[in-house]
């Protein structure tokens, strides 16, 4: 019966010490992964590899490898996830677009009533009357003003001197041929053309294709006007109300100032032609 007794209680005692054992081999496992981790982090990611790699748990402490165990990955919010931004898309600003190109439409027939309003005639010399005219020399066709300089000698008289003196010819037979019913004469290496005083039908006649050119200068400004109102509304139903009206305006007012501009050089013109 004692021996009984005595083996039970050496039992108990080997059972005890392997415990105690198996906790203090935890306890310096735990301590030398911290120390690895710490003094060797070479070591340490060999250990548990690159980030993007799977971790090994079974080189990991009990405790750390049961603790892991309970988290979770963590779930992006709704917001996150859907990226929105919550910004609202402006209205384009198409204003400096529309009036640009209105204004660019309406300058062009401005300038194409100046060169027409040019060729006309009148009893006073003027050096821009001959930049119309058309010169054929060598089998090429240039402006007059790029083969000659035009001045006025008098308010009755112009001057033609060409750059080259082989192409007076040239220049005398295109200036004869054109519509303005000058007949300039050779006066050494120029030529000298005498403006004829307009006769009352001349007159007339000159002020009904002034008459008729301000009215095509006119409706090119209004097709002008026409299309900036159609552009600003296909682009109505994107825009305030408030600023489609405002552009509206803007165009109107562009088309009166250009309207006004043609009207103004017209009138010009047709006291040019009657006090000459």
């Keep these: 019966m004692s021996m009984f007794v005595v083996r039970r209680a050496l039992s108990s005692s080997r059972n005890a010490i392997g415990f105690l054992r198996r906790r203090s081999s935890s306890v310096v496992q735990s301590r030398d992964f911290f120390s690895i981790s710490s003094s060797s982090p070479n ?9 993007d790699s799977q971790f090994d748990l079974s080189i990991m402490p009990d405790f750390l ?17 859907s990226g929105a931004t919550g910004m609202v898309d402006a ?4 204003g400096p677009s529309v009036k640009a190109a209105a204004s660019s439409q309406m300058e062009a027939a401005i300038d194409a009533l100046s060169r027409d309003l040019t060729k006309l005639r009148t009893g006073r010399a003027a050096p821009g009357m001959l930049d119309h005219i058309v010169v054929e020399t060598g089998g090429v066709k240039m402006p007059l003003n790029h083969l000659a300089l035009v001045s ?5 008289t112009l001057s033609i001197n060409p750059y080259d003196p082989d192409t007076v010819k040239e220049l005398e037979k295109a200036i004869v041929s054109s519509p303005l019913g000058l007949n300039p004469k050779l ?17 007339q006649a000159m002020c009904k294709i002034v008459t008729k050119s301000s009215e095509v200068v006119k409706q090119s400004i209004r097709r002008a006007r026409q299309k900036a109102l159609e552009t600003i509304k296909k682009a109505g139903s994107s825009l305030p109300k408030d600023e489609v009206k405002r552009l509206e305006k803007e165009v109107e007012e562009l088309t009166k100032k250009f309207v006004k501009s043609a009207e103004d050089m017209c009138k010009s013109k047709e006291k040019e032609i009657t006090q000459a």
């Design 43 to 51: 070591l340490m990611t060999r250990m548990i590899g690159s980030r």
């Design 65 to 81: 490898r049961d603790s892991r165990r309970g988290f979770a990955k963590g779930k992006k919010s709704k917001d996150d996830s």
């Design 91 to 94: 209205s384009p600003d198409i």
């Design 152 to 156: 006025v000698l008098d308010p009755k």
């Design 187 to 203: 006066d050494g290496q120029r030529l000298v053309a005498s403006i004829p005083a307009l006769t009352k039908e001349h007159i």
